[in-house]
């Protein structure tokens, strides 16, 4: 294999190590699946578009064979799945992207949440949550949407302890962190919606939270966190996610019946004179909807909703 894959499966290996001991699985009953994912490497490393089909072939037929009945070993193979699709899809492995080998890994990920209904306690989330922290995070590797749909099914927050659900909800906040570039907030804020009165910590958490790239969107969302609007934390957390939503559906050239309504809700919860001093600060930054990278920028279109969002508040 290349550079990339060996780096790669050598930093699997050892996170690997920890999840399976977290999990109370013995790596001497796991090799069958460790193997099948060294032959994806190695198939995505040296495949030529011809021979793709065949080894995404022989990739399912080996799955077939594995045991089914064993409940951790599906919670250990579906969590190297989510990890293998998501850099599979960075580009980071090989530029050209093997499309027969990534779709074998998304549809089996399918089977896996939805068919075969893989189960995780709270602590097993917590392993799998933070296994699933990579270096190389793809807008289109799925990773957030993944683990929240495992979650969804489980309704692990539902069963999970305060400190469970924090580190859950940390691990999956650093993973948010460590992408390249932030295309929107939509995993952000379903994560936002999962936080209750009783995770205090979590909350104070969330206002601290800030992203490794420091890109406009989340300094935004920090501004907004900041701006207190209420002395009592819970009621002054669950209007910035409703200001939040709100602004991040600030499309079109002009505000939809249902966002009227919602400023509207806001404006009655917390006075014309805090709305308006909070949007005239989103406006302030409305240099950040262009994050520059070494060549050129790429435009943050969150910042420029939250903008647009501000302003038409004001007018309101």
Not at 47 to 76: C, D, T, V, W
């Amino acid at each position: 294999m290349k550079n990339n894959y060996k780096e790669f499966w050598e930093r699997d290996k050892d996170m690997s190590l920890i999840f399976l001991s977290e999990m109370g699985l013995q790596k001497e009953n796991t090799l069958f699946v460790d193997e099948w994912f060294l032959n994806y490497l190695k198939y995505h490393s040296e495949s030529n578009s011809l021979e793709e089909i065949r080894h995404a072939n022989e990739l399912r037929q080996q799955y077939q064979l594995f045991p089914k009945q064993k409940r951790q070993m599906g919670q250990y193979f579906l969590g190297k799945l989510i990890k293998y699709y998501n850099i599979s899809c960075t580009g980071w492995l090989k530029s050209l992207l093997m499309a027969q080998l990534v779709v074998l890994l998304r549809d089996l990920i399918i089977e896996c949440i939805d068919k075969r209904k893989v189960e995780y306690s709270p602590l097993e989330f917590v392993a799998l949550t933070k296994y699933l922290q990579c270096s190389e995070i793809s807008p289109n590797g799925n990773l957030i949407e993944n683990i929240l749909k495992i979650e969804s099914k489980n309704k692990i927050y539902r069963k999970a302890t305060v400190n469970e659900r924090s580190n859950i909800t940390t691990n999956i906040l650093a993973i948010n962190s460590n992408k390249g570039f932030h295309h929107d907030i939509r995993d952000y804020k379903k994560i936002l919606r999962l936080i209750e009165e009783r995770d205090e910590n979590l909350i104070n958490y969330i206002y601290e939270y800030k992203v490794i790239n420091r890109q406009g969107c989340y300094q935004i969302l920090k501004t907004i966190f900041d701006f207190r609007l209420f002395a009592n934390k819970w009621e002054d957390f669950t209007i910035k996610i409703k200001i939040i939503d709100c602004f991040d559906s600030s499309t079109g050239a002009t505000p939809k019946e249902r966002w009227k309504t919602q400023i509207e809700h806001i404006k009655t919860k917390i006075g014309c004179e805090k709305l308006n001093s909070l949007c005239a600060e989103i406006v302030k930054q409305e240099e950040l909807k262009n994050y520059p990278f070494e060549i050129g920028h790429w435009s943050d279109d969150v910042v420029k909703r939250f903008v647009k969002g501000a302003k038409w508040a004001s007018y309101m």
